[in-house]
């Protein structure tokens, strides 16, 4: 069950690396993408994985850096990473200055992607169905509904929350998986660490350690529940 949901997570959370010139859209496929309704842009994501990784895995496999840059590519256009850092912050984004924002956003999510990746090397075609749009289309809090298949027949619910951002584009800035908000466990994680050790130190912990430090994170989140 662990794996399958680190393939939900990682098709959700693989994307938001911030390394934004990287991947800069042509004006062309911004003003698509401005048009886009959000169900319009999972299903462009769920296209994407199903030709650009399950039909590649044996070539990703052993190229991890092109792996990333792959997840980067299908999804970073459609997530509003400056957003999503600053909830994830919660109420330490208002004392963190600018700088600090930015390094957390960059540390944070690059740990993220690589935490990630290598789950999306089990995706295969077909794996994700995204369901029926239901409700009203909201700028602040639309959210689209998906189904991951497991191996085993099961389906694990992933919902994507979008929002209208700044630029007038349909972005996601949360996913929910089985009814738990990432947005909601990693700010538990990060308030944790920085009432532990401060801001600055769990910047530094991720710019220098990368996914070793946010596994050291979560496990630490495990143990002072199981306390």
Do not use: C
Not at 80 to 99: F, K, Q
């Amino acid at each position: 069950m662990l794996r399958h949901l680190a393939i939900a997570t990682a098709i959700a959370l693989g994307s938001v690396m911030i390394v934004a010139p990287a991947f800069a859209q042509d004006a062309s496929s911004a003003q698509a993408s401005n048009a886009a309704s959000p169900q319009d842009v999972v299903v462009t994501i769920t296209h994407d994985l199903d030709t650009q990784i399950a039909d590649h895995k044996a070539e990703l496999q052993n190229n991890k850096p092109k792996l990333v840059a792959l997840i980067n590519q299908i999804f970073l256009p459609h997530f509003d990473t400056d957003w999503a850092s600053i909830l994830v912050l919660g109420m330490h984004a208002r004392e963190a200055t600018p700088e600090q924002r930015s390094r957390f956003a960059k540390a944070f999510y690059t740990s993220l992607t690589n935490r990630y990746a290598d789950g999306l090397l089990n995706y295969t075609k077909g794996t994700v169905k995204v369901l029926p749009f239901t409700g009203d289309i909201n700028d602040k809090y639309t959210v689209v509904r998906t189904q991951v298949s497991t191996d085993d027949k099961k389906t694990i619910a992933v919902n994507y929350v979008f929002h209208k951002a700044s630029d007038g584009q349909w972005k996601a800035y949360d996913v929910i998986i089985e009814g738990i908000s990432y947005i909601t466990n990693y700010r538990n994680q990060v308030d944790a660490q920085i009432k532990k050790e401060g801001l600055d130190a769990l910047i530094h912990d991720l710019e220098t350690q990368g996914d070793q430090a946010l596994k050291s994170m979560e496990q630490d989140n495990k143990g002072n529940v199981a306390k």
